[in-house]
């Protein structure tokens, strides 16, 4: 049969990571595995013990935009956490971050517009992009510039829309105030729609991350339950969204998906209330975090911007290889650490970097590092 070319998207290396790494398990060998973007924690263990009491409940669909009481929970939350009022009206619960990428570029865009990501980025903006017939443009970054996309961007690059990540994966680094408010004032002049993703508040280590809500309303939110609050596959996220175009998007909701899932829904509503399990998780990167930047220096990985949030470090090793993804085999093989080939963020600088993860439990960390170390001993 017949089949699309925007349907043609590239394959996640990462997943292709996870693969030989299992294989290597099954052979008997022991992996740490530093390449999985996902907390190793579940979801907190008083939701689970309130959704079990709940399961009685049938939970067919709920209504396309979400259960009203967990839409006004997620306005609740950007009070406690950024001060700022939002209205539960412009709350949109969504399948994950990933169903609100898809929500969002079907309200905001147009066939083939150009939709600007700062590369490295987390790889589905652009498949997801191209799949729905849009123009996904690489913004190439710099270190300098912590890896952020920056306002002269939006014109010179003739955006019809920028998505930006703060914290990003795979760099961990942050967006402040005005950078923000300088994007998003750059995307307003230029008639360019403004999409943050937010989906790493929460996982933060020295400064607070700042809310795109805290310097304008001109702008899609996109955030998640599957980090911070530990519940990747319960595939539960929201978006805020301007007040007129809450029923644009009410009505791309009620058709592709109808709902996110309601015992999801649910859990996510009773997760909000389990801040101290949350926060153990926290309090476990945050020593993972600092033993990740004392080990890949002693180690001889040195070119790296350290995080400001999320789980990850993205490491220039082009002192070292050429092919970031036959160097991610050799340390699978050698080492028996697991790690992501910049590729899959970077199509074009990809092969001179490596993401690593410390998402895991902190004996895996030191672990790790300690096996790297090694490795790269025998690299001098
Ligand atoms: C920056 C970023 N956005 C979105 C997602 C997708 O998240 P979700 O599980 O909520 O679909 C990920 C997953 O790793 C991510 O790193």
Redesign the pocket.
């Known amino acids: 049969m017949r089949h699309s070319n925007r349907g043609a998207v590239d394959p996640f290396i990462v997943m292709d990571v996870m693969e030989a790494a299992r294989k290597a398990e099954a052979a008997g060998r022991h992996i740490i595995h530093m390449e999985v973007?996902?907390p190793g924690t579940g979801a907190p263990r008083q939701a689970k013990t309130q959704l079990i009491a709940a399961m009685d409940d049938p939970m067919g669909y709920t209504v396309a935009l979400g259960l009203p009481e967990l839409r006004a929970r997620v306005a609740q939350l950007y009070l406690d956490w950024y001060g700022v009022t939002i209205d539960p009206a412009r709350v949109v619960i969504t399948?994950?971050?990933?169903?609100?990428?898809l929500l969002a570029f079907s309200a905001l865009f147009d066939n083939e517009a150009r939709v600007g990501l700062g590369t490295p980025?987390?790889p589905?903006?652009r498949q997801i992009l191209k799949a729905v017939g849009l123009t996904p443009v690489d913004i190439p970054t710099t270190l300098d510039n912590r890896f952020q996309p920056q306002p002269v961007d939006v014109a010179e690059n003739n955006l019809d829309g920028l998505i930006v990540?703060s914290p990003?994966?795979p760099t961990g680094t942050m967006l402040d105030a005005n950078e923000l408010k300088a994007l998003a004032e750059a995307c307003a002049a230029h008639g360019a729609a403004f999409i943050s993703?937010e989906?790493?508040h929460g996982i933060d280590y020295d400064q607070k991350p700042v809310t795109a809500l805290q310097v304008t309303d001109d702008v899609y939110v996109?955030n998640?339950?599957?980090?911070y609050f530990s519940m990747?596959g319960w595939?539960?996220?929201w978006m805020i969204v301007p007040q007129d175009h809450v029923r644009q998007v009410e009505r791309l909701a009620q058709n592709m998906f109808i709902c996110a899932p309601h015992a999801a829904q649910k859990l996510a509503l009773y997760a909000m209330d389990c801040a101290e399990e949350l926060d153990g998780n926290l309090a476990v990167y945050t020593r993972n975090r600092d033993l990740m930047i004392a080990g890949l220096q002693d180690a001889g990985l040195t070119k790296f911007a350290p995080p400001d949030g999320?789980f990850y470090v993205y490491v220039d090793v082009s002192d070292f290889t050429d092919d970031a993804l036959g160097f991610a085999a050799e340390i699978l093989e050698q080492a028996g650490v697991a790690v992501t080939p910049g590729l899959d963020f970077d199509a074009r600088r990809g092969h001179h970097w490596l993401r690593f993860s410390y998402a895991r439990g902190t004996y895996d960390i030191i672990e790790g590092l300690a096996r790297l170390k090694a490795f790269m001993a025998t690299r001098r």
């Open positions: 973007g996902q399948s994950g971050a990933s169903g609100g990428f980025c987390y589905s903006y990540a990003a994966n993703d989906i790493y996109i998640s339950f599957s980090k990747t595939r539960v996220g999320a």
